[in-house]
Structures are given as C-alpha cells and as structure tokens.
C-alpha cells in the first residue's frame, strides 16, 4: 500500500474510534447511534450533487451494503450495552481483516504475498491480545456473542463496498449514496422503536451527532476510496489500528484499565501495518 493511500485509512481508524466512543459514553446507545447515522443522511444529501450517479450495476451493492450496516450498527449496540469498549470494539475489529481477505480472495479473486498475510495475522492476534487482557472470566458472553456477530456484518460489508465501489464509476458517489440509504433505513429503524428518545436526544445533543456523524462519515468514505483503488484486505487491516486508537481511549477517558498491555498489543498492530507494505 503505497504511502499517500496508507495515511488517509490511518486518519480513519483514529475518527472510527473517535465515533465509537460517542456512542459508548451516551446513554441510549441505539438512540445516539441513530443519531449520528441521521447525521449522515443529512451531511452526505448535498453532496450527491457534486459527483456523478453511481452505475447501474453498483446499485446492488448499495443496497446490500446498507441492509449490512443497519444489521452491523443494531449488534454493534447491543454489544456496547452488554460489554466494555475494551473488550468489544478489539473482537468486532479484530476479527474483521481475516474475514475480508477471505471474502476478497472467494468474491473479488484477490490474493496475499506471504508477508501481508503474516502481517495480517500478526494483526488479528495483537488485538485478541488486547481482547483477553482482562482474563476470561471478565467476558461477558452476550458482548462476545454480539461483538462477534459485529465482526461478519462488518466483514460483510466490507468486501460488498470494496467491489461495489471499483463499480460505481466513482467510489465517492457510491459512498454517498450508500450513507443517504443507509441512514434512510436505520434512521427509520430508530424511529420505529425509540420515536419519543430519539427525538429528545436528537435536539440536545445535534452538535456530538453531527460531530460524531462527520468523523464516522470521514472514516468509512475514505475506506471506500481506498478500496477502490487497493486491495481490501490490507485496506481492512490497516483501518482496523483503530484499536489503538480506541484502546487508548477505553484507557484514559473511561478508565476501562491495562494500559500498558494494550499498548504492547498495540506497537505489533503497528509492526504488522508495516509489515502489510511488502
């Protein structure tokens, strides 16, 4: 991954986990989630009109990627509320990169040197390092259940995008269009099921929402453009560094403990970005 491209999906792993931690410090957890993801809608609608229409053949993927990030957003929640960012955030990320290059190489016919899939298990491994520092008996299962189940949507949708986006013509209108779309459906979803909350929250706290909306928006536009131009499976694994980011702040700001044991997880992450270059 040439440099120009690794430092953008750098930018967006520390705004993923800037959003994630919005999302775990407020109350309602799917109410703020449907918050941010309004966030979306209204940030990306005019946009659209400064970039050309997604191909036909695009529109599929759009669809398919929004369903999955809906599914991705709802476990994602219930996962929060059931586990410690900690613990979940470093499962659901973790897990994602091996399952993307496998879906790269079934789906998209791409394959690995040696070296970049070294480097992505060496990845893998430190953030299931960062995930059991605590010990077993800290873990609750329903996160785990939830955190996992996280980690396929988001695997899923990962490789949906990365072809999806070499089809639009312009993976920059394909993000767009996929963020409106999805924001439609899941804020539809929030609505739905939290109407009274939602709205509530939505007047109080629109300024972190839209904060949080433009650093999630950011993160993931630019994993889209990455994609579209390198193969997934590095682009996956570079962005899921994240978990430093997001172990530091689990660390600092909501004192979730072991620092010093995330952060030795957290220098081979960065090893194996290295290591993904070759």
Request: charged residues 10%; positive net charge; proline residues 4%.
């Amino acid at each position: 991954m040439e440099t120009w491209v690794l430092a953008p999906v750098l930018l967006a792993a520390a705004l993923h986990a800037g959003w994630n931690l919005l999302v775990k410090m407020r109350g309602d957890k799917l109410v703020m989630m449907g918050v941010i993801d309004a966030g979306h809608g209204l940030l990306a609608l005019p946009l659209l009109f400064f970039f050309p229409f997604p191909n036909l053949d695009a529109w599929p993927f759009i669809v398919a990627s929004a369903v999955l990030h809906v599914g991705y957003k709802l476990f994602l929640v219930r996962a929060y509320v059931h586990g410690d960012m900690g613990v979940v955030y470093p499962i659901a990320r973790g897990m994602a990169p091996a399952l993307v290059a496998l879906g790269a190489f079934v789906f998209a016919g791409e394959s690995l040197s040696p070296a970049q899939l070294a480097a992505i298990i060496a990845i893998a491994a430190a953030i299931s390092g960062l995930t059991f520092a605590n010990g077993w008996r800290d873990i609750p299962l329903l996160g785990l259940a939830f955190a996992v189940g996280t980690a396929m949507f988001i695997a899923s949708y990962t490789v949906v995008d990365g072809i999806g986006g070499r089809l639009a013509g312009s993976a920059h209108a394909y993000a767009l269009w996929m963020f409106v779309t999805d924001a439609a459906i899941f804020t539809a979803v929030v609505l739905a099921r939290r109407r009274r909350l939602f709205l509530t929250t939505a007047r109080e706290y629109w300024r972190p929402g839209l904060t949080g909306a433009a650093m999630s928006m950011a993160a993931y536009w630019i994993v889209i453009w990455a994609m579209s131009i390198t193969p997934m499976a590095p682009v996956s694994a570079v962005r899921e560094t994240s978990v430093l980011f997001a172990a530091l702040l689990a660390g600092f700001v909501l004192k979730e403990g072991r620092v010093a044991v995330r952060l030795a997880a957290a220098a081979v992450i960065v090893g194996g970005v290295v290591g993904l270059q070759f």
